[in-house]
């Protein structure tokens, strides 16, 4: 896993204190509590009042909500690790189909460059089908409302039950042992990594540091394509066949020619 070492090297070097940094000393804020903290918030942007903080976790039960909650540094930490969660599924979904279409000769993807797929549903009249069957479309070609309709109700519910703590979901049977971040339980992690405490708070600091790798990532992924107007394997491969004059500094100059 990317930079988290095995799991040897203790939780000391994440947690606490004692753990490495980006700055010495950290900000006061920044404790080691959370998974990830590396005591990075220059601008103080998570910084709130003590009492605040407070009167927050007064609730005995309030570590359900997950960490801080109530607090601004609890929400930024929920809305990094969401976003890295969707980062890492949207980092590998960019180029599996552009690897099929490109290495493996699989030609039932419509589009298989990640940029291009919005406009060919709503534009080209392509049909999005999963693994050719028909059952699996949902919105298809019927246009952007009933796009945005199909992701209010697959999303709702799921944000409601997020957004309202993980107990909203018991009266209809699913029970979840662990916080609103992680919830833990067969549903959300059926390999049972949870019951080794260590290990899962290891693992914690893994998906925190690849959500961060998977956002940066994405970011490139989109800039390539506003400059190039390429899938990102497209541009890997033209980089390799001639790294002296595809690359970021050759387009720049392009640019500023």
């Known amino acids: 896993a990317s ?3 095995g799991e040897g090297a203790g939780l000391g070097a994440y947690f606490g204190p004692a753990r490495r940094t980006l700055v010495t000393p950290a900000p006061d804020h920044l404790t080691g509590v959370l998974p990830g903290d590396a005591g990075f918030d220059p601008l103080g942007l998570a910084r709130q009042e003590a009492a605040a903080s407070a009167a927050a976790a007064a609730d005995e039960n309030a570590w359900r909500d997950g960490a801080y909650a109530g607090t601004r540094l609890g929400s930024f930490f929920e809305a990094e690790l969401l976003h890295g969660r969707w980062a890492m599924l949207a980092a590998i979904g960019c180029l599996i189909p552009e690897a099929l279409a490109r290495y493996a000769g699989f030609d039932a993807i419509a589009e298989p460059v990640w940029w291009k797929v919005g406009y060919s549903v709503l ?3 392509v049909e999005i089908n999963y693994a050719g069957l028909q059952g699996f479309r949902i919105a298809g070609d019927k246009g952007l409302l009933a796009i ?7 999303m709702g519910g799921p944000e409601y039950a997020r957004k309202v703590g993980i107990e909203s979901l018991e009266p209809v049977g699913i029970f979840l042992p662990g916080s609103i971040n992680f919830p833990g339980g067969q549903l959300f992690d059926p390999l049972g990594l949870s019951e080794q405490p260590e290990a899962f708070l290891l693992q914690q600091v893994r998906e925190q540091k690849n959500g961060r790798l998977a956002m940066l990532a994405m970011l490139g992924y989109a800039a390539q394509a506003a400059v190039t107007r390429e899938g990102p394997l497209e541009n890997l491969e033209r980089f390799i066949s001639d790294p002296l004059h595809e690359n970021l500094f050759a387009y720049l100059a392009k640019g500023l020619a």
């Open 123 to 125: 534009h080209d009249g």
């Open 3 to 5: 930079g988290v070492g």
């Open 148 to 154: 945005a309709a199909c992701q209010l109700v697959l």
